[in-house]
C-alpha cells in the first residue's frame, strides 16, 4: 500500500491546505488587529473551550482548543460570515498552514456525531467518555462534537467546515505560513507590516489570482536568493 499522506495530496477532493480565520473579539479587537498579533507573537491563542466536554470540570482547561478549517483556496469564502448554527462570524483576515504541518504537531480532525436525527446520541456518547478515567477523557474530549439540535430548542452545526482542533497555544514561525488572508484592500499593508515575509491573498480571489500570487511569491523568492548568492562571491 502507498503512503496515504501522498496519496491525498494527488486527491482533487481532499485539500492539503489548513485555514485559521480571525474575529472582532469581546475585548474591542478588530479580526484585523487579531491576526496582527498573531502574527507578532507567532502563537495562536485558545479563545474558549471546545466539544461536547467544555464545561466538564477537570477537561474545560484541556478542552480549549485552536480551530482549523480544512478548506481549500478558493471556498475559504465560504467560512466568512454570519451561518446558521454558528455562534461566531468569522473575517477575510487568517493564515493558512499545510496539513502535514498541522498532523505533524497533533492536531486533529473533530468527530460529528448527527442530532438531528436523534438526540440521544449526544447523551450516550457523552456518558461513553465519561467511563474513560480523567487522563483519557482530556486526551478525547476536545475533538467529539455534535451536529444539528443542541438539546437546548437550537442548531448548532459546524460540521461542513471539516474542523480541526489543536489543544492549547498553536505555535509556528513566518515560513509556515503557505499565506495570509485578507481583503483585497489590505493586501499591501499587510504584506508591507511583515516587509514582505508574508505573502497575502484574498479569500475572494478566484484559483487564477491565486495561482498568479503564488507565481509571483515564487519569482520574487527566487530572485532573492540569486541576489544573496551575488552579493556573497
Known amino acids: 500500500m502507498g503512503n496515504n499522506s501522498e496519496g491525498s495530496k494527488r ?13 472582532n473579539t469581546e475585548d474591542c479587537k478588530s479580526a484585523k488587529e487579531n491576526l496582527i498579533d498573531i502574527l507578532c507573537t507567532r502563537v495562536i491563542q485558545p479563545r474558549n473551550s471546545k466539544g461536547l466536554f467544555y464545561a466538564t470540570e477537570g477537561v474545560c482547561d484541556a478542552a480549549r482548543t485552536v480551530c482549523f478549517a480544512e478548506t481549500p483556496f478558493n471556498a475559504v469564502k465560504n467560512l466568512i460570515g454570519k451561518h446558521q448554527g ?19 504537531k497533533g492536531a486533529n480532525p473533530v468527530f460529528y456525531v448527527n442530532t438531528y436525527a436523534n438526540q440521544e446520541r449526544k447523551e450516550v456518547i457523552l456518558q461513553a467518555i465519561k467511563q474513560l478515567d480523567p487522563h483519557k477523557q482530556k486526551e ?19 460540521h461542513r467546515e471539516r474542523e480541526w482542533r489543536y489543544p492549547g497555544d498553536f505555535e509556528f514561525e513566518w515560513k509556515d505560513v ?38 509571483l511569491s515564487w519569482e520574487e523568492s527566487r530572485y532573492g536568493s540569486y541576489r544573496e548568492h551575488f552579493e556573497t562571491t
Open 178 to 215: 503557505i499565506f495570509g488572508l485578507c481583503d483585497d484592500e489590505h493586501i499591501e499593508e499587510m504584506e508591507q507590516l511583515f516587509e514582505k515575509e508574508i505573502k497575502f491573498i484574498s479569500p475572494y480571489m478566484n484559483l487564477e489570482e491565486i495561482f498568479g500570487r503564488m507565481v
Open 140 to 158: 478525547i474530549a476536545p475533538y467529539v462534537e455534535i451536529f444539528g439540535w443542541n438539546g437546548s430548542g437550537g442548531i448548532y452545526d459546524f
Open 11 to 23: 486527491r482533487g477532493d481532499v485539500s492539503t491546505f489548513m485555514v485559521h480565520l480571525t474575529r
Open 86 to 104: 454558528r455562534g461566531v462570524e468569522l473575517s477575510p483576515f487568517g493564515l493558512v498552514f499545510s496539513k502535514d504541518l498541522l498532523i505533524q
